[in-house]
């Protein structure tokens, strides 16, 4: 059974940081691709990054340059740094891993104060 815990959100004011997580258990961590992705409230999940199994990355056009995707495969935990957050970041974010299937963790709130 997969499962994916997210930590790290909270209340930040804008221009903070903060470093999400994703703990992954159940799986062969390592070969699998990885992403963020987010919801704020009355919108549609949207795409953030993903990182694959080679430590390749990918970026939404509104987090690049702002938000770093890692993974530390002997931690089976993925991270997102994400810095200069900006009131529009306010979300809840998820992660999700790509295996026999897409799983997703149970989401960690990040509001974003003026």
Do not use: H
């Not at 940081?17 to 390592?30: E, N, P």
């Not at 795409?47 to 770093?68: L, N, P």
């Not at 995707?69 to 529009?88: C, G, V």
């Amino acid at each position: 059974q997969v499962q994916l815990v997210e930590s790290g959100g909270g209340l930040v004011q804008a221009g903070g940081s903060l470093r999400l997580a994703c703990t992954a258990s159940g799986t062969g961590f390592s070969i699998r691709p990885m992403g963020w992705y987010r919801q704020a409230p009355g919108k549609q999940r949207e795409f953030i990054a993903t990182i694959d199994s080679g430590g390749s990355t990918y970026y939404a056009d509104s987090v690049k340059g702002r938000f770093t995707i890692s993974r530390d495969n002997a931690k089976s935990t993925m991270y997102l740094q994400m810095n200069s957050l900006k009131p529009e970041d306010t979300a809840v974010y998820y992660c999700q891993l790509i295996s026999d299937r897409v799983y997703w963790g149970q989401g960690t709130q990040v509001t974003i104060s003026l």
